[in-house]
């Protein structure tokens, strides 16, 4: 049995397979060929003689590439093989797939190699929900390959099979009869290509394999380089900007440029929230991907009200999908715009975005989204008329219950347990808002020339922080609830949604030491970091999804919002239990991992996922960077302050780009973390 | 036609009337719509002709080159401008084909308006219904 899954990407373009290379998904299994939410191969399995193959050895690459070594037979048949097979496999619009057999033996070798190929063409949706399809299949043999076909109504899918080598081609697959001479080899090119009937590739060109290669070497190269004492850290660098790399993804509208997908492989497409999260971590190391975030999602912007997509005017995407479910409108994603903070966060971005590049062409290109986003707070999003950004959601279907990063069932409790009603307002959403005021009063001042919207925009901020301090406050617990529910009452549970509040500057100064001792105290901090849940609340649990586990994106931000605050230390022992658990998983941080005591597993345990790299993962170590360097732009320069925890010692990241043009930073680790990750 | 008499016609002459869409600001483009009979196949039977110019817009049935060409059947365009279909998901199917820029097509589809009887509106839960629904749900 090979139950080791191989999956390379490009785009939203992916492969899982076996360690063999083969595919034989069952109709809820996620392996096969993917391509725009869509299966393309179900089945797609290499015999030699009839004889299934044993891998050797599996080589990733590249991201996009993997070479599998196999011989022919299973189990301890393959002993004594005289051949080896040598699959080597791209990702383009499809795949490209070069087979090689080698004879080792003196004598010529006779072989009947054969490929079976079959597409169930399932949507994405279907295959994590085991749905039926509702269209009919076929399959043609034409003059050079295998064509499979799936049609509803005018909805066509088509997988186009052609080999280099001359092949018996039937409607099961390919059949290849040769005879290999002595220490000799066989090759034939295999291309495989995802398509819509019979037209040209949903995602456009074809690239080349060797561009492709290139472009990730200027990839890295464009990036500041980065050189450490602590060695771990250089790994941890260079994993996430070639991971970063792995997730960018291209819109149909803007071929060239790239956004941070969510999620290698079920997740590679525009998420509001996560490409906006990543693009901010990423944005001293690559800002032009926020650029193109900002770009996408402003385009996708609602306009309309629509309960089906949850969508009203001015609101940001959730998620966008290109399925069988979607294209039916049997599923809201096209897109679906069901996410409360994607909508603030956009304008938080935006402003972000400028300080760092100084590109004002854009902040000019989106004053009418920027100002759309605004108007969607105040007039939209108020669903209980009390000020605040709540969410609820009209779809009760197929829409998303919790609109917020917290978006399980349970994520939002009230301290004994039980569950608020809607709509919800949870607090992080309300201190989003603010920051998009404070921070549109600045653009509004600057490049849109508007100085009475810039007033009217920080009176309403300051009346929404004095408000907020006083409704959200839990006065004997000395933190923010975190939310408050239908009736307007606090839901009391304390969690780590109250370090984005730190980060949002809505947290009044005389409140602010209270929630970093929260933070960093022995309810909420792990030793590796900060919990979602409190230990001592009914739902918490070390290993619940939003309700115990730690996520490495929600401490970076909370490292950023620490830092805003002047608690350097702090700040400091959220980074360093981060990195260290970036480490211990070889600089691929999970999208969660359990909040137990450090001292009770010593290694950080991996929340269950399918997932990964996940986007904001992958940003987390990046933006911990900035903020254990204490870069922040100020007018034309870049501002350095380190505040590093011991360990990391001298800290060199070279070229950091900018308005500045490119500025290095250095620092060294004086900080002493061990009293936070030492429990 | 169950949605008016003539949705599409009544569609581009308010889009005309209107002379300007707010969400198409910062946004130039032309787009031709060549609109064939009901199935979607065979030549052209009528075309519009749209040019945006930083959200002011004109309408037309010039047969010029466009940035983007839409060729859509008269009946889902009918459904398409009055909020029956999806235009996203009128593209997945194959409903409609574009040629040229993509994204004048997407700045287009901000005009268009929502599903009809789409309020805006839905009653709060309670937080006891939540808990049941829970229960229930095991």
Known sequence: ?679 | MHAGKEPVSSFFARLAEAGHVPTFERNSATLRFDVSGDDGNGHPRERWYVTVTDGDVTVSHKNGPADAVVRIGRRHLGALVTGRLNATAAYLRGLLTCEGSMAAVIMFQRCLPGPPGSTGRIAPISSAAVTAERRAAG
């Open chain 1, 1 to 679: 049995m090979s139950d080791r899954l191989v999956q390379i990407l490009e785009g939203n373009t992916f492969v899982v397979s076996d360690d063999r290379g083969d595919i034989e998904a069952r109709a809820d299994e996620p392996t096969g060929l993917f391509s725009f939410d869509t299966r393309f191969l179900s089945t797609w399995v290499l015999t030699v003689n009839g004889e299934r193959l044993t891998a050797l050895s599996t080589d990733d690459l590249q991201y996009f590439q993997t070479r599998f070594f196999l011989v022919p037979g299973t189990g301890s048949v393959y002993v004594n093989a005289t051949m080896t097979v040598i699959r080597q496999r791209e990702v383009a619009d499809g795949f490209h797939e070069q087979v090689r057999v080698l004879n080792h033996s003196a004598e010529p070798a006779d072989a009947t190699i054969r490929i079976d190929a079959a597409s169930d063409f399932a949507d994405l949706f279907e295959v994590k929900d085991a749905l039926r399809k509702r269209g009919t299949y076929a399959r043609d043999v034409t003059g050079g390959g295998l064509v499979l076909r799936y049609r509803r109504d005018s909805y066509v899918r088509e997988t186009w099979i052609c080999s280099s080598a001359p092949a018996a081609i039937d409607e099961r697959g390919l059949e290849f009869t040769v005879t290999i001479p002595p220490h000799g080899e066989w090759t034939t090119e295999l291309d495989v290509l995802a398509t819509e009937a019979g037209q040209h590739s949903l995602a456009g060109g074809r690239l080349a394999h060797a561009d492709m290669a290139r472009g990730l070497e200027k990839w890295l190269d464009k990036a500041p380089h980065l050189r450490c004492e602590w060695e771990p850290l250089e790994q941890i660098y260079r994993r996430c900007l070639t991971d970063l790399a792995a997730l960018r993804f291209s819109t149909l509208t803007m071929p060239g440029r790239s956004l941070p997908a969510a999620g290698l492989p079920w997740f590679m497409t525009i998420f509001g929230r996560d490409s906006i999260f990543t693009s901010l971590q990423a944005l001293p190391f690559v800002p032009e991907l926020a650029a193109t975030t900002l770009r996408a999602l402003a385009e996708r912007q609602g306009t309309r009200t629509d309960d089906f997509r949850d969508e009203d005017p001015g609101r940001i995407l959730h998620e966008m999908r290109y399925g069988e479910l979607t294209a039916f409108e049997e599923r809201p994603h096209s897109p679906y715009y069901g996410t409360a903070d994607a909508t603030p966060l956009f304008v938080v971005l935006l402003d972000e975005y400028e300080r760092w590049t100084g590109d004002t062409k854009l902040v000019r290109d989106l004053e009418p989204a920027a100002r759309a986003a605004l108007a969607w707070i105040d007039q939209y999003a108020d669903l209980q008329g009390n000020g605040y950004v709540s969410y609820q959601r009209r779809n009760p279907e197929t829409g998303l219950e919790n609109q917020c990063w917290k978006d399980s069932w349970d994520s939002i409790s009230y301290s004994r347990g039980d569950l608020p009603g809607f709509p919800r307002a949870t607090c992080e959403l309300q201190g989003y808002a603010y920051d998009a005021k404070v921070r549109a009063a600045r653009l509004a001042r600057l490049v849109w020339r508007d100085e009475s919207a810039a007033r009217q925009l920080e009176k309403e901020a300051a009346s929404l922080k004095r408000r907020f301090n006083k409704d959200f406050w839990v006065a004997d617990g000395e933190y923010f609830a975190v939310a408050l529910d239908a009736d307007g009452s606090q839901v009391d549970s304390l969690t780590s949604n109250i370090g984005h509040l730190l980060w949002s500057g809505i947290v009044e100064v005389s409140k602010a030491r209270a929630v970093a001792r929260h933070l960093t105290g022995l309810r909420l901090y792990s030793g590796w970091g900060v919990r979602t849940l409190a230990d001592g609340e009914a739902r918490y649990n070390p290993i619940g999804y939003h309700t115990g586990a730690v996520w490495p994106f929600d401490n970076s931000i909370i490292a950023w919002g620490l830092r805003r605050y002047g608690f350097k230390q702090e700040a400091a022992a959220v980074a360093a239990g981060i990195l260290e658990a970036a480490e211990v998983f070889a600089g691929r941080l999970p999208e969660a991992f359990g909040g137990y005591p450090r001292s009770l597993t010593r290694y950080p345990v991996q929340y269950p996922t399918a997932c990964s790299p996940q986007a904001w993962s992958t940003g987390a170590p990046l933006l911990l960077l900035r903020t254990a360097l204490g870069l922040e732009p100020h007018d034309d320069h870049l501002l350095i302050d380190p505040a590093l925890p011991k360990r990391i010692g001298h800290l060199e990241l070279l070229d950091v780009p900018g308005r500045w043009k490119r500025i290095d930073a250095f620092g060294r680790g004086l900080i002493d973390t061990d009293r936070f990750t030492e429990r």
